[in-house]
């Protein structure tokens, strides 16, 4: 696991070096190693400590979080429309990322505490309000990407845990009847924009739907081996719109083709199976529902990023694990996977 996350990784930096050449955030790339080295201190000491204890830990680190996130609020960095960052233009911190641990810890105490065999509708029901106050609050910065990783670590869990049919399909229908009023009076003007655009990006080419258009552009114009690092027309020309955080991907295929996608691709889909594999083998219930806990968001992540860039899925601030810019979410990412490597090293304890 820990060759495939350097290898996932090392594509990442020689991608936004190309991506930054001769810009701005010509210095994004050393600073991507910084926090990937960062990421493996976080790596080692989640490791260190039992995941056991961590779970007992679980009513402090909520509160830690929602309190968190209620001073983020308050008090935290606005850039883009946005309040979601504590610090400063130079140095900050996402604390969204960082919550979405506490879920995956917090999904694994309740659901190995149940004494019955299935998800019960009371203990669904508490469940989702646990997991919907901290999703409601990052919805609020507004952060819906962010928010909507909430969903998969929830569903993941009650999935493994067991629940009648009956309760899904209840679901299904609270949601087809809640989100026309969530579409009219939850979203923000520019989210519904992006929803428009999802559908047919050539009504709003300049505007709502430039980001898709180029992005598909970008994707075609590197065909089988791709246009060479540094030398792809789309990203050099500037035409992509940030091509070393969200859409990396776009400017990855572009400069490595179809091949250099596959690549990539196949890499991330080995590392999400060694995380399932860790889930089988764990040594409790608890340890299983963290690591498929952690590939619900790892695969999330994956999907909606590499859909996103390619117009099959809306336009969200959800980055591409591993390889796109930014200090939390790598470190972030690092620390799910040092849960996964706890799992791990404690299966042969008794």
Not at 20 to 35: H, P, S
Not at 37 to 56: E, K, R, S, V
Not at 204 to 221: C, F, H, M, N, T
Request: charged share 10%.
């Amino acid at each position: 696991m820990i060759v495939l996350v350097c290898a996932i990784c090392a594509l990442g930096v020689l991608q936004i070096f190309s991506a930054t050449y001769d810009t701005r955030y010509a210095g994004a790339w050393w600073k991507q190693v910084i926090w990937i080295l960062a990421g493996f201190i976080a790596m080692w000491i989640a490791t260190l400590i039992d995941y056991h204890t961590l779970l007992g830990q679980v009513p402090v680190l909520y509160l830690l979080s929602v309190a968190t996130l209620i001073g983020t609020f308050a008090f935290g960095m606005t850039a883009f429309g946005s309040r979601r960052w504590i610090g400063n233009n130079s140095y900050h911190l996402q604390v969204s990322e960082f919550v979405k641990i506490v879920v995956v810890i917090l999904v694994a105490r309740y659901l190995t505490e149940l004494k019955s065999e299935q998800v019960q509708l009371q203990d669904l029901l508490k469940l989702a309000g646990l997991v919907g106050l901290p999703m409601v609050m990052v919805m609020l910065q507004p952060d819906l990407g962010t928010a909507l990783t909430f969903i998969p670590i929830l569903g993941v869990g009650v999935f493994l845990s067991g629940f009648r049919w009956q309760y899904a399909l209840a679901i299904l229908v609270i949601v087809a009847v809640v989100a026309p009023a969530g579409y009219f009076f939850v979203l923000k003007d520019y989210q519904k924009a992006r929803l428009v655009s999802f559908l047919d990006p050539s009504q709003d080419p300049k505007g709502s739907g430039y980001q898709v258009i180029q992005s598909k552009i970008a994707v075609g114009s590197g065909a089988l081996w791709g246009q060479g690092v540094t030398k792809g027309t789309q990203t050099q020309g500037r035409f992509l719109p940030v091509p070393h955080k969200d859409f990396i991907f776009s400017a990855f295929a572009e400069e490595h083709g179809f091949v250099g996608v596959i690549v990539a691709l196949g890499m991330y889909f080995v590392l999400l199976m060694q995380i399932v594999e860790n889930a089988q083998t764990a040594p409790d219930r608890a340890g299983m529902y963290i690591c498929m806990g952690v590939a619900s968001v790892f695969l999330f992540h994956v999907l909606v990023n590499v859909g996103m860039v390619v117009g099959r899925m809306p336009v969200t601030g959800i980055p591409l694990p591993l390889m796109s810019s930014g200090g939390s979410n790598i470190v972030a990412v690092f620390l799910m996977l040092g849960l996964v490597n706890n799992v791990r090293l404690r299966r042969f304890v008794n």
